[in-house]
């Protein structure tokens, strides 16, 4: 660790405690001067350090910067190595994208890459991810034979399930599941999911998945363009310190922090309790523009969503082939 990330260490867990120059550097092993430009360094980021003579510095409590040292205390005992493995940024263009270079690099299980905003951020379907400050856009790399999954369509039910629990640990408040992938708090979209993969082309078996969850944690309503004010939802719409790391831990403890991976029955289980759509009407929209009206009754154990028509027929949808608009109730 770098003296910067080793003062923001020290000061992250103590937060509104105050501790002088020499204090710090005592502490740390390192001169005072390292101490002051490390300082400096964080306040360059955007940290709020305060400095009150005779008393010294101070992390003030409001502090909602995305870093490693405020995200490691708060792993499980299991998740904890993935620290080592962690790289928090200010602004990338893609956290998947930067994920795919380090994956194809040979980076590890459960590689992270987390930014505070992003300027060409993905969606499905090709579409662009509005990504401003207040976000949490993070990119995991998982190797399929961690996960012990015989249908790979698991790791998409465990990312919507797990970012529906996380956001419940931090906030209290209870999002649901759109089908496939899309999360939704109080009737606004407040999550993204897009899971990139790329596959052996020799043995045609999985390589690896690059995992991606953007979630809008603290934005405010003005962050988004006007034309998304409507649909897009934010957990908190303001700022609570400290609300993104502890959302960071709480996805990296339940995704691939878990030691073993969840069984996939227990996955489909968790994901399907979040589902809103369950015994509803839907609209599904085929791939060639057409739609229909059915009844969503279910899904099977690799995520699929069962539906049955007026006609009576029940067909097994899959998420690349089709889209789903939920009927008013
Ligand atoms: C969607 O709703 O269409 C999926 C959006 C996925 C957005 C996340 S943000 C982190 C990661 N990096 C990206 O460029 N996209 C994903």
Redesign the pocket.
Known sequence: MTTKERVLALLEAHRGEHFSGAQLAASLGVSRNAVWKAVTELRAAGCRIDAATNRGYCYAAENDLLSVQGILPLLSETARPLAAHLQVFPELA????TAKELALAGAAHGTAVIAER?TQ????YM?S?C?PPGGL???MILHPDRLNFAHITTVTALAGAAVCEAVEAVSGKKPGIKWVN?VFLDGKKIC???TEAVTDIESGTLGWLVL???INVTTRTEDFPPDLREIAGSVFGEDVPGSRNRLAAELLNRIPGCVPAPAEAEVIGRYRSRLMMLGRQVTVVQSDGTEYSAAALDIDEAGHLIVETAAGERRVLSSGEIRIRMQES
């Open positions: 893609s956290t998947n994208q992003q951020g993905r969606g499905r579409r991810f990504s856009y993070i990119s899309d993204g999911i897009l991606g969850i953007g």
